[in-house]
Nanobody, 122 residues
Framework: QVQLVESGGGLVQAGGSLRLSCSASGRTLESYSMGWFRQAPGKEREFVAAISRFNTAYADCVKGRFTISRDNAKKTVFLQMDSLKPDDTAVYYC?????????????????WGQGTQVTVSS
């Protein structure tokens, strides 16, 4: 069992930056794909970024602006978000799946955090 807690969300102006954190309890992260997803009001949950032992993946809409990283010793995954746009406004969720390579499909993640709100004003 893995429990995930996100933090770092908030209100920021367009062009600004935020850094999200996801702290995991339970097993270590080395054998897990850790993903970030987001859901805006009235929209489906969408993939943002993921990191595994061997690779990373990003949604096209965040490439070059967001960076995912992990600290296995601290069991924490980060999402650095730069050049934020109003379209990035959403609840951001951290997810975990036992996989050596990245998983980009939400249905393949059994463990989820409670989410953290990110609001980007224009």
């Amino acid at each position: 069992q893995v429990q995930l807690v996100e933090s770092g969300g908030g209100l920021v102006q367009a062009g600004g930056s935020l850094r999200l954190s996801c702290s995991a309890s339970g097993r270590t992260l080395e054998s897990y794909s850790m993903g970030w997803f987001r859901q805006a009001p009235g929209k489906e949950r969408e993939f943002v970024a993921a990191i595994s032992r061997f690779n990373t993946a990003y949604a096209d809409c965040v490439k070059g602006r967001f960076t995912i990283s992990r600290d296995n010793a601290k069991k924490t995954v980060f999402l650095q978000m730069d050049s934020l746009k109003p379209d990035d406004t959403a609840v951001y969720y951290c997810a975990s799946a036992l996989a050596l390579r990245v998983v980009t499909t939400s249905t393949q993640y059994p463990y989820w955090g409670q989410g953290t709100q990110v609001t980007v004003s224009s």
